[in-house]
């Protein structure tokens, strides 16, 4: 008797440790790639389905590619599926760049999407045409490298960005500024810049912007420099259409050689926003 008491107790516990390790396997969280476009392309073939999720609001919707080889063309599946992308951008179709998920099966890849329908589609949902998402690697039509927008937001959905930053030189970091103005997106601005302002008010009043000009020195001269002026030429158009120029100096810190450069930003938006 006591031999099969001691058989039952140890299927018992047999059983239960069996559940306890199923239960850290279903829970075991997925970590973001940043998967290469060439893998993404053959990972992701024209007609397959998968869902895109939003790094800010969190929000999720179905899409199917379309088409695309530098980059995936995709629409959203339904009407609803539209409905929530247009949600994501606050019910405006837009080209600014927002930092995304793409939810395959069991991978999770870092990924870019603008908002705005152009171009041919097929499937009855509410959408006039297709949009565009980006994997690391991929390029537009018109370029043969990386659209710099949607580089940054490929990293800053693989958790990257702030990284990359850190060890950009002074040009790359002022272009990620100029970058961040154009897609409304704080985070990037936050990162670069030296102080810690509240930027909605200003991010409001922008449409688009461009550098036009900026000349730069060779990496040879920036070592041991702590402080750098780059003269810049920029040009923004703001909401309404009215286009305004900067001519001027973005100044640069780092208290160390070894430390990261960052922008005084608070003199750039001082020269180029009046409240």
């Not at 530098?70 to 080209?95: C, F, N």
């Not at 870092?110 to 690697?137: T, W």
């Not at 490929?154 to 002022?174: R, S, T, V």
């Amino acid at each position: 008797m006591r031999m099969v008491i001691l058989f039952l107790v140890s299927l018992l516990f047999v059983g239960t440790t069996s559940n306890v390790s199923a239960g850290k396997k279903n829970n075991v969280k997925i970590k973001t790639e940043m998967l290469e476009w060439d893998e993404v392309n053959l990972l992701l073939p024209k007609y397959s389905k998968f869902t895109v999720k939003d790094v800010i609001t969190g929000k999720e919707f179905r899409v199917q590619r379309r088409a695309g080889s530098r980059h995936a063309d995709v629409q959203p599946l339904t009407k609803e599926d539209t409905a929530i992308m247009k949600g994501i951008y606050d019910g405006t179709w837009s080209w600014k760049r927002r930092a995304i998920i793409v939810l395959h099966e069991d991978k999770k890849i870092a990924a870019s999407m603008h908002g705005m329908p152009h171009g041919a589609g097929a499937l009855k949902n509410n959408f006039p045409g297709h949009f565009c998402i980006h994997f690391y690697g991929s390029t537009t039509h018109r370029r043969n490298f990386m659209d710099l927008s949607h580089k940054l937001m490929i990293l800053k959905a693989a958790g990257k960005l702030d990284a990359q930053l850190q060890k950009a030189n002074p040009y790359e970091l002022i272009s990620a500024l100029i970058a961040g103005f154009k897609e409304d997106d704080e985070t990037i601005i936050d990162d670069v810049g030296l102080q810690d302002l509240k930027w909605a008010k200003v991010l409001k009043k922008v449409d688009n912007v461009a550098i036009t000009n900026m000349p730069q020195l060779p990496d040879e001269d920036l070592v041991g420099k702590l402080t750098l002026a780059v003269p810049i030429e920029v040009d923004w158009q703001m909401q309404g259409g009215r286009w305004q120029k900067y001519r001027g100096e973005i100044q640069l810190v780092r208290y160390t050689p070894f430390d990261s450069w960052k922008i005084d930003v608070e003199k750039f938006r001082n020269e180029n926003f009046s409240e």
